[in-house]
């Protein structure tokens, strides 16, 4: 298949997570690498045999080269699928653009992997040139590129190129994220004397302004690429009529980590703003914690800088390195990682995940001749 005809046929195969049931999406990655004669292995795990993930390898020995894509999509909301101009699975192309759900997120950069590997089949290589279909990404990857990492069906490589909407610029750094929930108790009685019980919902008022405060003192922390660390607060709970006392109250709370902090040091700067603030005779508890772990990386290798050098030769301007703003399956590589390791793609994050969703096919065309420059540099013997 030609690059146009490739984004097309991947965009058309849905692959909406939940349910996540990636097999078609899968199996047709898996058909299209065997038929350039790389090795190719599937697998699932047994908690979720319908998130298949495909593994594609070229060549043999050092250097390694892994590049990873993730083949789910977020589903189409009920909201979205009417703001949608055109069919979100007919991958239509207009205006100098592919529309469709998953075109930018993740399919563009995978059909330019694939793309890669196509340019690179019957080469005698000097090294391994690895794809990664992953599953899971968006739900957070731990049924996906960490259950494929723990078990050990990847190989650590030499240089990791994850796709994700860098508008082709050289990311290398995405925050992490600590999520945990508030629970306040209080007592309930009869809202016609409230003062005879104890409020859960204005004892955890007191506890979300001190939250707010600490978001702000956040902002004095700084990352390079990544920016500040945040606590936002998305969702609360509390009573169940007017006419009574509420006796419990929860919020969740999303603390954006960036890199290099100690998710152990944040729980205790969680604990420690609960305990700054006076609520009794109402009491509080922080669980429920759910930890992703935050990306790095410094480009100080040759493959680093050469993976620059591509970037610049095709954009012909500085490609970075940048921060990359949401999360990505980075973050279940990084023992993987034997060299640099670096977030990669075209497009905006901005437009995904979201009625109308598309990938500029000139976009698209740089992030290929890219992924072909710097892969055949690395693994195209000198006598070629």
Request: with cysteine; hydrophobic share 45%.
């Amino acid at each position: 298949m030609d690059a146009i005809d490739l984004l097309r046929r991947l965009v058309q195969i849905p692959s909406p997570n939940p349910p996540g049931d990636t097999r078609a999406i899968a199996d047709f990655v898996a058909e299209q690498m065997r038929a350039i004669g790389c090795q190719v292995r599937q697998l699932a795990p047994s908690a979720k045999p319908e998130a298949l993930n495909t593994i594609a390898t070229l060549g043999e020995g050092e250097p390694r080269v892994m590049l990873h894509a993730h083949i789910d999509t977020v589903p189409i909301a009920t909201d979205e699928a009417r703001n949608w101009h055109v069919d979100p699975y007919a991958a239509v192309v207009k205006d100098g653009a592919l529309y469709g759900k998953g075109s930018i997120d993740d399919k563009a950069s995978l059909a330019a992997m694939m793309l890669a590997m196509q340019q690179m089949a019957g080469r005698d290589l000097r090294g391994t040139l690895a794809l990664v279909a992953a599953a899971e990404e968006e739900v957070g990857g731990q049924l996906g590129t960490k259950w494929l990492a723990d078990a050990g069906h990847l190989p650590a490589c030499d240089f990791i190129i994850v796709g994700e909407q860098t508008a082709n610029r050289v990311a290398t750094a995405h925050k992490g994220v600590l999520r945990a929930t508030v629970r306040v108790r209080g007592k309930s009685v009869h809202a016609t004397n409230p003062d005879r019980g104890i409020n859960a919902i204005v004892a955890m008022g007191k506890i979300i302004a001190a939250l707010q405060g600490y978001h702000r003192e956040l902002s004095a922390r700084s990352h390079p690429m990544a920016g500040s660390p945040t606590c936002n607060i998305g969702v609360i709970r509390g009573g169940s009529t007017a006419n009574a006392v509420p006796d419990s109250c929860a919020i969740q709370l999303d603390r954006r980590m960036i890199p290099r902090e100690d998710p152990a040091q944040v729980r205790a700067e969680l604990d420690a703003v609960l305990d700054s603030v006076d609520i009794a005779p109402a009491s509080a508890s922080l669980d429920d914690f759910v930890y992703s772990s935050w990306f790095e990386s410094r480009l100080e290798t040759e493959l680093g800088q050469l993976f620059l050098d591509c970037a610049h030769r095709e954009l012909g301007a500085h490609p970075g390195p940048i921060g990359y703003l949401p999360g990505s399956d980075a973050k279940h590589l990084t023992d993987l990682a034997l060299g640099d390791m670096v977030i990669f793609g075209p497009g905006s994050y901005e437009v995904a995940h979201a009625a109308d969703e598309h990938v500029r096919l000139a976009d698209y065309a740089a992030t290929t001749a890219i992924l072909g420059d710097f892969v055949a540099r690395v693994l195209t013997p000198p006598e070629e």
